[in-house]
Nanobody, 127 residues
Framework: LQLVESGGGLVQPGGSLRLSCAASGVTLDRYAIGWFRQAPGKTREGVSCMLRSDGSTYSVDSVKGRFTISRDNAKNMMYLQMNSLKPEDTAVYYC?????????????????????WGQGTQVTVSS
């Protein structure tokens, strides 16, 4: 499985961005998926995660109501819609996937390893 992110960039506070992640090599619908981010000087943290089975989602409190994770199995793509962006959302964003994970909180909480990662895309929120 290979994952490639796109859609990052510079946006003003209050603005929106949609990150995309293209999967190749396997069918993404068999994988739990997630978005993670890493700000300068900080550890990588989970943002939003989605199960492979019933599409259940989990988002960390700091992005609830603003970020939405989704997937398009027909296109083998996953997305992160980010609205009402804040300067503290500035980070490198990574998509990730794993065929065995069934615990969303553990996945997004980085309590368990995630098998496959993209290379990251920079998101900068600044005026």
């Amino acid at each position: 499985l290979q994952l490639v992110e796109s859609g990052g960039g510079l946006v003003q506070p209050g603005g929106s961005l949609r990150l995309s992640c293209a999967a190749s090599g396997v069918t993404l619908d068999r994988y739990a998926i997630g978005w993670f981010r890493q700000a300068p000087g900080k550890t990588r943290e989970g943002v939003s995660c989605m199960l492979r089975s019933d599409g259940s989602t989990y988002s960390v409190d700091s992005v609830k109501g603003r970020f939405t994770i989704s997937r398009d199995n027909a296109k083998n793509m996953m997305y992160l819609q980010m609205n009402s962006l804040k300067p503290e959302d500035t980070a490198v964003y990574y998509c990730a996937a794993d065929p065995e994970i069934t615990n969303l909180q553990a996945m997004c909480g980085r309590q368990i390893p995630v098998g496959y990662w993209g290379q990251g895309t920079q998101v900068t929120v600044s005026s």
